[in-house]
């Protein structure tokens, strides 16, 4: 979708869509991430850990490990995302729930960001938030463990306030 929103403002002289067809993507980020934190997502912990390490680097998510992961985990997690380690890997280093993995600090700013988090999450809970010139279709099976429906959903919702064709 925001490829699609992209090209459609000319980010790129070349390429127009002719349609798009998204697939089974959290088009709502703080509500997947609020589910993960909520361990309501199948491998929650892997998929907030790589949310927490990777938007840290970028915004500074917490001062310390030991702020958003619980020992020993604090010691090891940041090196697990560091691009050389394989999912499996990572998930084989990983404890099953996040909220085995996180503090209960950490869990409760994902699931209430305020601030600069709240901001940076914003545009990613509105991938969908705008009007395509083009045919849309997205694609989801509603018995994905990984992103639930209702994401589709959200995006879904989003395009039809914007008068568009799904």
Known sequence: MMVGR??????????????????????NLSRFEAA????????????????ATSWHRMYG????????????YDKTVESLFDGNHEAS??????????????????LQ?????????RQ????LD???????EVAVHLFHARG????AFANSLHCQGQLTANSSDQ
């Open 36 to 51: 993960a934190a909520d361990d309501e997502v199948a491998r929650s912990s892997l998929y907030l850990a790589y949310f």
């Open 89 to 106: 890997e990572i998930a084989a280093a990983l404890p099953t729930t996040s909220k085995e993995l996180f503090t209960e600090e950490f």
């Open 144 to 147: 994905d463990k990984d992103v």
């Open 6 to 27: 992209a090209l459609q403002q000319n980010i790129d002289p070349y390429f127009r869509p002719g349609a798009l067809a998204p697939i089974a993507g959290p088009f």
């Open 120 to 123: 940076k999450l914003k545009p």
């Open 61 to 72: 998510l917490y001062a310390t490990p030991g702020q958003a992961f619980r020992a020993p």
């Open 126 to 132: 509105t991938t969908c938030d705008w009007r395509p």
């Open 109 to 117: 700013k994902v699931r209430n960001p305020t601030g600069e988090l």
